[in-house]
């Protein structure tokens, strides 16, 4: 079967409607463009991301459906609140980013390499301009957790997370969820659903409702500065 994926302009603001994204594989929409700062804050804003391997040409995608937290209604089970209050877990915010998504890429097999080292410096160019963040869970000085993703308004759009210890990277996305909430943060696009977001209490919702969706968001202020360098939970008070 012959694919034709229209290719990506010059034009950093430039991306087909996502309406004409395939079935088959779901949500491929186009190819090549380039890692910008530029081209993927208008993908995010737009319902795309990409998505490849190493080798592979850039590949854009906006699948039919997106898994979602809603982040003000995040809930915790009743084991996880009994792990963290006897794990001396830290959580901190934007104090590790690259380490963070360096360890997102090496959960990853082989034949699932996404994260590539361009795939990396791309996102760290936009950690550097303000619009990708990470999160970090802390045992005793080791990193043993964490996710990052991309900001749009009052919507963030994880990208991947990874955990050494027990529920650490759950005890991230529970940090981050009400540190984000609590500044008017609305919704935590997952793109994909996964067994694993799904026991975490992830939504699938229909890419007709998540593209208005994002754009009733990716427009809206926080209450205030969210993406500061800080501790969420677990700091000692020093005085």
């Known amino acids: 079967m012959t694919i034709y ?4 302009e ?5 991306f087909p409607p996502v309406s004409d994204a395939l079935d088959d594989p ?3 929409l186009a190819i090549g463009g380039d ?6 804050h208008q993908a995010y804003r737009r319902g795309i991301f990409p998505w490849f391997s190493n080798n592979d040409p ?5 699948p039919s459906e997106r898994a979602i937290f809603s982040a003000p209604d995040f809930t915790p089970n009743k084991s996880l609140r009994k792990f963290a209050r006897k794990a001396d877990y830290r959580v901190s915010i934007n104090t590790a980013f690259s380490d963070v998504i360096y360890n997102c890429a090496l959960i990853r097999g082989d034949d699932q390499v996404w994260i590539t080292q ?3 410096e791309a996102y760290t160019e936009l950690h550097l301009k303000g619009l990708c963040h990470s999160v970090e869970v802390w045992y005793q000085d080791e990193l043993i957790g964490g996710l990052y993703g991309v900001s749009v308004g009052q919507m963030f759009c994880g990208e991947s997370m990874f955990s050494k210890r027990s529920n650490a990277s759950k005890i991230a996305l529970w940090a981050f969820c009400e540190h984000f ?3 008017g943060g609305k919704v935590i696009d997952c793109q994909m659903m996964t067994e694993h977001l799904a026991s975490l209490g992830a939504v699938a919702i229909k890419r007709e409702e998540f593209i208005p969706l994002l754009d009733t968001l990716k427009d809206k202020y926080l209450k205030h500065e969210v993406y500061d360098p800080q501790w969420l939970m677990g700091q000692e008070n020093d005085d």
């Open 5 to 8: 994926l229209p290719p990506l």
């Open 10 to 14: 010059d034009n950093p603001n430039y």
């Open 118 to 120: 361009e795939m990396r």
């Open 35 to 40: 890692l910008s700062t530029k081209r993927l």
């Open 181 to 183: 909430s609590a500044a």
């Open 58 to 62: 850039y590949l854009w995608w906006s």
């Open 26 to 28: 779901d949500g491929l």
